[in-house]
């Protein structure tokens, strides 16, 4: 069931559409994380569905209720910031109360909902900490007891982990993937971050200039980018322009094999690293540098004739850079792209 449903959203600030005639729809314990460089319109969005932001044209719906005239605090979602935003005169207690005391709960129900919580969130008993005394990660899972406490329909997270460092980031969006599915909470996210939108969510929207550029769970968009916006927004620099047919794509790389059933005709060609592979013999290149990336090594190479390729290899063996050497392409990691 929808719970969440945008329709024709724009927002305007004079003549530039920064949110332009988006339709989107959430289902009930959903995870959705929009995605995008900066000045995409994904934090826009959030703001337009919590309230904070008025609409240009469009309605916002939640449980199938307009929210046009849905003041914020009636709204029922949660909403958790990048900076977290923590009252520094409370204590961790307070401030993951706050919902709760606003909503007019008694002090016996709300402590031992704030204890739950913060247990839930691996801050068990914290409640009488102070915030300065917190570290990133403790200061974000405070934000997000808080967050909860109301237990809103809709949670809302704005780069929540964008201040952490990598490795906390990467170990915080397991535990937030694995305690919403526990709550069966209903999520949209928004962040820049594709590694971080990729595991946590059940599907990504990528944006651009306000307009939604692809939608679809995170294999999908990752296997089959739908444009070349969104192949090089996903990190992938090795496409070109390419005529398609019999099953081969003339590239100025050469010919390259593509899957069966592409489309055939000018388009694009996408050529992920892993599908450019180093071969006895095939497309002569110079091994311009090398990066250790832990499971692999990535090359950057300078072909015979092209541009520069990505490409990737085992540890062992890998090439030194100024060594020639040969790659042939694999299938299964081309994407025929539509033509610019």
């Known amino acids: 069931m929808t719970l969440l449903r945008l329709e024709d959203v724009s927002v305007r600030f004079g003549e530039r559409a920064v949110v332009d005639a988006v339709d989107l729809e959430v289902a009930e314990h959903e995870i959705v994380c929009v995605l995008g460089p900066s000045g995409s319109g994904k934090s826009t969005l959030l703001r337009v569905v919590a309230g904070l932001q008025p ?18 605090h009636r709204r029922e979602v949660g909403l958790m910031f990048q900076d977290h935003q923590l009252f520094p005169h409370r204590d961790v207690g307070g401030n993951v109360a706050f919902g709760l005391r606003m ?3 008694s002090r016996g129900a709300y402590e031992a909902q704030v204890a739950e919580l913060l247990e839930l969130v691996g801050l068990p008993g914290a409640q009488r900490r102070a915030v300065a005394s917190l570290s990133g990660g403790e200061q974000q899972r405070v934000a997000l007891a808080r967050a909860l406490a109301p237990s809103p329909r809709l949670l809302m997270l704005d780069e929540p982990l964008g201040q952490l460092d990598r490795r906390l980031r990467e170990r915080l969006v397991v535990e937030l993937r694995e305690l919403f599915s526990r709550l069966g909470t209903t999520v949209l996210a928004v962040t820049h971050d594709q590694g971080e939108a990729f595991a946590l969510a059940d599907r990504v929207v990528v944006m651009r200039e306000g307009r939604i550029a692809q939608a679809g769970t995170p294999l999908d968009v990752w296997r089959r980018p739908a444009s070349e916006f969104v192949a090089r927004f996903l990190g992938f620099e090795n496409v070109v322009p390419a005529t398609v047919s019999g099953g081969a794509a003339a590239t100025a790389w050469g010919k390259v094999p593509v899957p069966a059933g592409s489309a055939e005709g000018e388009r694009l060609l996408l050529i992920r ?9 095939g497309l002569g290149c110079e091994v ?4 250790f990336r832990g499971t692999h090594v990535a090359l950057l190479l300078r072909p015979e004739a092209g541009p520069v390729l990505e490409a990737e290899c085992d540890l062992a063996g890998a090439p030194a850079v100024g060594d020639r050497v040969a790659v042939s ?3 299964d990691e081309v994407v025929v792209l539509p033509a610019a």
């Open 55 to 72: 609409l240009s044209c469009g309605r916002v719906l939640l449980g199938g209720a307009d929210q046009a005239r849905v003041p914020v």
């Open 103 to 105: 909503r007019g709960s």
């Open 273 to 281: 690293p892993a599908g450019v592979v180093l071969a006895a013999a």
């Open 288 to 291: 311009l540098s090398r990066t």
């Open 329 to 331: 392409f694999t299938p």
